[in-house]
Structures are given as structure tokens and as C-alpha cells.
């Protein structure tokens, strides 16, 4: 989420007064979507994905623990934590709710301090979780998806190229010589030949669904969904030629040049064929690419 969005409260309730009142407290701090009942606010969450949700308990219908348990059996919405609120004073649905999984509870009439506070404490979990959940997924050098982001997407894509019978690309990238690079320049200056390769890959990979992520060390890996292998042989030269000509300033102004190598693997995929197979043949053509000569694209089964 962009650090100048708002969160979001999804706040159900079947009393309209209820939900005006809410809406009013919590309005100037947060993007604020209502739902009357049970079916509706199961709706909402699931297109929305509210960062907190306000559930009545006593609704008609779909009550709230109705409504909760089926939050927490969708893959979509089991994430998102509850706040139940209800108008009964009973100390047994507070514990069934808490029991159930929630993160809170706040009792009508409302207190408009105690709603903020509440709201705001589950609000600041939500978004530390986010930033742990980003930093766990981002390689801290260059700025781009680290491996366990690209072990996530590569999963979801592979899955999605099965149902639509589509192919798909991968290339396998490793700066070629990059120890002597660093013994010659400095590891500091290695850092940052990495860093113009992976903005070399974010200039040059323009569609939407392509995916690059650092798989570690000095190699880094592109996932090109719905790409056939002439098409994944053209990204893979273009990213080849522009780190060719892209030029690496030094500290004393000196301008250095680093190429790479690549391995191209296409397939389309089956429940036959495993995830690591696929990633295990890109490297065997990179590493045809690096023992050929180096700064060229290779394809398996082209050797």
C-alpha cells in the first residue's frame, strides 16, 4: 500500500445509525465501506480486502459469528482481523468471539475515544506486519523482488499457465567475471554494478506480468508469463544488449562496462512436469551460455 493511502475499515452492521455514527468517527483517518448484513459485507471483503473489519454480532440472517467463520474460510479474506461489536453486555460473547479468532471487541452505546483508540491500535499491527512482510520480500541491495518473492510468483504463475494452457519463459542471468570485477573495482563498486543491472532489467521489461527478482549473489532471474520461446529469445537478447551498452560510472569518474549471460528455458506447463525441473533446465542454459563464450543468451536443448 502507497504511504499516502489510506487504510481501510469495512464496518457491518444493520442498524443504519449504527454504521452514519462509525463512519463519522473513524472517516477522517480511514477509507471507510459499510454492509448491512452478513451476505453483502462477505461480498465486500472479498473484492475490497479491508485492513479491518467492525462485525456486528446481532444481525438477521447471517449473524456475526456466522459471518466471521466464513472470512476465515476464504484464502482471500482469512488475513483481515475482526473487531466484533455488539449491544449486548455479555461476557460469554466476548469470550466466544476472542475464542474465535478475534482481535477485539467494543461495545454499544459507542465511545467515540475508545473506538478510535482500538481501531488505530490494530491498524498500526496491520501496516508493521506489512512493512515486515515487504522487507521479507525485497532484496535490500537492489531494491527489486529477492528469491522468496520470485518462489511466491513463480508458484501462482505456474499454476495459472496450467489452467489456461499457456507458455511460459524463464531466463537465468549471471554478470559474466563479476569476481574480477570485484577484485579490480571494489566490492562497493560491485554493489552498485548490481544495482544498474537490475534497473537495466526494470527499463527494459515493460509488460505488466513480466517478473524479475534477484535469485542471489550476482544472478538474477525473469519470469515471462504467456511468452513462447522466440518471444522469451527477444527479451533475453534485448536485456543482454542493453546491460552491454549501459555504463557504470566510478567514484573517480572513471566509466566501467559489465555484460551478462543467459539461459532461456520455455515450456508449457503440465502437473507432470515440477516448478524445479523447469528452473533447473534455465540454469543448464546458462551455464551453456557462461561456458560458450559468455555475454550471449543460450536455450536449453539448443546446444
Known sequence: MDKNEKNTVLIVDDDNANLIML?????????????FDGESALKIAEKYSPDLILLDIIMPGMDGFHVFNELKQSETTAHIPVIFITGLNN??????????????????????????????????????????????????????????NFNNRITSEWGRA????????????????????????????????????????????????????RWGGEEFVVLLPNTDKSGGHEIGEQLRKNMEAEEITCEDGTVTKLTVSVGLHMHMPTTRCSVDEFISKADRALYNAKNTGRNKVCVYGEE
Open 91 to 148: 461476557s460469554d460473547d466476548e469470550k466466544r468471539g476472542l475464542k474465535l479468532g478475534a482481535v477485539d471487541y467494543i461495545s454499544k452505546p459507542f465511545d467515540e475515544i475508545i473506538v478510535k483508540l482500538r481501531v488505530q491500535h490494530q491498524i498500526r499491527i496491520v501496516n508493521q506486519l506489512r512493512a515486515i512482510e515487504y522487507l521479507s520480500m525485497v532484496d535490500q541491495l537492489t531494491g527489486i523482488p529477492n528469491r522468496r
Open 23 to 35: 463512519s463519522d468517527i473513524l472517516r477522517t483517518e480511514y477509507t471507510v465501506r459499510v454492509a
Open 162 to 213: 496450467i489452467r489456461e494452457k499457456e507458455p511460459i519463459c524463464l531466463l537465468m542471468m549471471d554478470a559474466d567475471y563479476f569476481k574480477k570485477y570485484n577484485d579490480t573495482y571494489g566490492h562497493q563498486q560491485g554493489d552498485k554494478a548490481l544495482c544498474v543491472l537490475a534497473q537495466v532489467l526494470s527499463k527494459t521489461l515493460r509488460r505488466q506480468s513480466d517478473f524479475f527478482a
